[in-house]
């Protein structure tokens, strides 16, 4: 096994610290805390400077891509109000970081990633770890409709707009939250979205952040 799928006490006691951070950034939701303490976040990166992975930032990770900052994946997972046995949808495997903090809280987590060779590589990474998460190769904009519907979506890359097939796949009272692209294009606005029983969505914002673009079709690069 590669060496930096390996938890050991130093990795530990660095994501203690980062809780303590996170905590002092305004992250409130204890289940959450206790997920990102749990996910051992230095394994998703090519780095064996696991330092590094328990700082609060970005890092690229290829394909164009990046791991979010701790706060960010907080951040997006406390607006979710994610509880056990909920079935999230996740757009933008990425690393599969956030997929395994998902997984944490006792999500059934479907996680769907464009990038052909991140595709892979995640998914040897998840392989090798205790949380359950099922791994798609597919256009994020596309959803998952065999599997519908979802308690809960999660978009982690800035997209253009909310993506209609996603409303359709979700469960009346369900919740999306999705960083929408600001007119400006400066970045995107943090939205909760809760589909009403009409269809129609009740809106919240939660304030500006910068993604990588959400991008279509499935990548060969």
């Known amino acids: 096994m590669n060496h930096n799928l390996q938890d050991n006490y130093r ?8 809780v303590d951070q996170l905590r002092a950034k305004g992250i409130t939701d204890e289940a959450v805390l206790a997920a990102i303490n749990e996910v051992p976040r230095h394994v998703f990166l090519d780095s064996s400077f696991v330092e590094q992975a328990y700082q609060d ?10 791991i979010s900052q701790p706060s960010t994946v907080a951040f997006q997972t406390q607006l979710l109000n994610v509880e056990r046995g909920m079935k999230v949808l996740e757009i933008g495997t990425g ?10 809280l006792g999500a059934k987590v479907f996680s769907i990633e464009r990038q052909r060779n991140l595709y892979f590589k995640t998914k040897e990474i998840l392989d090798h770890l205790p949380f359950r998460v099922k791994t ?30 996603l409303v359709e796949q979700m469960k009346t009272g369900g919740m999306m ?35 990588v673009p959400m991008l279509r079709n499935i990548g060969n690069d």
């Open 11 to 18: 990795a530990k006691g660095l994501r203690k610290h980062l």
């Open 57 to 66: 930032k970005a890092f690229p990770i290829g394909a164009g891509q990046t």
């Open 95 to 104: 690393s599969g970081y956030q997929a395994c903090v998902l997984a944490s």
């Open 136 to 165: 798609f190769l597919g256009d994020g904009f596309e959803g998952l409709p065999t599997y519908q519907p979802f308690d809960r979506v999660i978009i982690t890359a800035g997209a253009p707009s909310v993506p209609t097939a």
């Open 177 to 211: 939250v999705v960083p929408i692209d600001s007119p400006e294009g400066n970045g995107q606005l943090m939205l909760r979205l809760t589909k009403q029983p009409d269809g129609s969505l009740q809106k919240e914002e939660f304030g500006d952040f910068k993604f």
